[in-house]
């Protein structure tokens, strides 16, 4: 079994600063998601990196997918509270019938005014 | 676009009775997808249909775990007996297949929140 360790688990910061989250695997992968989930509601995709040394910019948000494909990070530039929720990141494998995903163990962020 | 559907969204039941979590997904989508999340082990595959037929269920965690896909449009999944252990926020989510044999993105529904007690 595959695992994607999140870092860190929970982080609660104020309006206005910088936060990294990493996701860590010892595997690879063929491409890598992050998901943003709010309480009572189920993870809606962010992004999806697929080429080592990927980053992608989507707004406040920056992703980078590791050369090795092995790991990723999440950049937030001045967070903001609609940022609040659970981060999840998701490795991708192609098996014979499709596409399965692992997810990592989340990170909950908190930002407040 | 409905979205993804579950019902119901909260499921109170006593340990060793049937339950039953139902999931529409979105239309023209052809995979399926059934995960559990807690808050211990996160966000678990149990299993993923594609064209309605069961490709992977090794995250189903025991026999009495029980998934189906009669048609395009409706699936369940079912656990007989239940188990104070197998409460958790079951998700169902869906995808459409492209090019390559991958699999689109993955909508997923609200969630059941399921209590065992």
């Known amino acids: 079994t595959q695992l994607l360790e999140q870092s860190p688990q929970f982080l609660s910061i104020q309006e206005g600063e910088n936060l990294t989250v990493y996701c860590n695997s010892s595997s690879v992968f063929s491409s890598l998601q992050w998901y943003r989930q709010e309480p009572g509601e189920g993870p809606v995709l962010l992004v999806t990196v697929v080429t080592g040394g990927e980053v992608k910019k989507l707004k406040r948000l920056t992703f980078q997918f590791g050369d090795a494909r092995k790991d990723s990070s999440l950049h937030i530039t001045a967070a903001q509270p609609g940022d609040t929720g659970l981060y999840l990141c998701?490795?991708?494998?192609?098996?014979?019938?499709?596409?399965?995903?692992?997810f990592g163990t989340g990170t909950q962020l908190k930002v407040e005014l | 676009d409905a979205g993804v559907i579950q019902s119901p969204r909260h499921e109170v039941t006593e340990m060793g009775q049937e339950v039953t979590l139902r999931c529409k997904p979105i239309?023209?989508?052809?995979?399926l997808f059934w995960y559990r999340q807690t808050m211990m082990r996160g966000l678990e595959l149990l299993i993923y249909?594609?064209?309605?037929?069961?490709?992977?269920d090794s995250g189903m965690p025991e026999d009495r775990f029980s998934a189906k896909m009669p048609n395009a449009s409706f699936s369940t999944l079912k656990i007989q007996p239940s188990e104070p252990r197998d409460s958790a926020v079951y998700f169902c989510?869906?995808?459409?297949?492209?090019?390559?044999?991958?699999?689109?993105?993955?909508?997923f529904g609200p969630g059941t929140r399921l209590t065992v007690l």
């Open positions: 998701a490795g991708a494998e192609v098996t014979g019938g499709g596409n399965k995903l692992t």
């Open positions: 239309s023209g989508h052809n995979s």
């Open positions: 249909f594609n064209n309605n037929v069961p490709i992977d």
């Open positions: 989510a869906s995808s459409s297949r492209v090019a390559g044999g991958l699999d689109g993105t993955q909508y």
